[in-house]
């Protein structure tokens, strides 16, 4: 009853006081990945057939479903420069609805990230990510919506990281805050973490959203953002 989310059927950011009825699907899942390394440059393959892995379908009840989805991608990563840069490609078929004409199923999608990672100064590591989603058949998707708050047709987003480590390593400091240009949202995720010894370990950080529209990505989660903290013991 805490957590907050945009409802398309209400137009509105809701916390429900019970759980969304969901129907669960029980049909195999079947992946495939093949990795070798070539020259110095560690290249991989995936396939997936499946089931879209959260309830972004409906059914006639209302209740949300998983719709079928089969996904094929490739990734690779080689050195350049000091750093190591990571380029990764995903095709997303929206089985049961491949002409995105559905209001109450997913589109098919493409998917690209690009980034890079590189030690900055001793104990400071930088990485940058660039990340595309473009949604296939957008005009359908647009013409199905039952709301003029559709997502963009080709959402981007920006992400850095920057992680310190001190304290003979035992400190760990993190800045992790995604950016999305097309829908004017983000993210920020803030943690340190401490090893006391090999037993004890605390930690505590927080997670700030923000966006210009509700329905956005990040922008709905604006009233989740929080503070915690941790105390683990482990033996």
Partial sequence: ERFSFYSPAHQAVVAPATPPSVEVEKGAQTSLRLA?????????????????TTPVGANELGQGTFPRLNSWGASARWPIGAGLINTEFANYDSVDDPQGELATLPNSQSR??????????????????WYLEKTHDYQALKRSSMTENV???????????????????????????????????????????????????????????????????FGQHEKNSNLWFRVRYQF
Avoid: C, H
């Fill in 36 to 52: 070798s390394t070539v020259r110095g440059i560690e290249l991989a393959f995936y396939g997936y057939r499946g089931y879209w």
């Fill in 112 to 129: 690209w990230l690009v980034g890079y990672e590189r030690e900055v100064i001793t104990d400071l590591t930088a990485s940058v990510q």
């Fill in 151 to 217: 997502v963009s047709e080709a959402r981007q987003l920006l992400t850095l990281r920057l992680t310190y480590r001190a304290m003979q390593q035992k400190l760990t400091n993190s800045l992790f805050v995604f950016y999305s240009p097309t829908d004017d949202d983000g993210y920020l995720r803030l943690s340190a973490k401490y090893r006391q010894n090999d037993n004890w370990s605390y930690a505590a950080g927080g997670n700030w959203f923000w966006g210009k529209d509700d329905f956005s990505f």
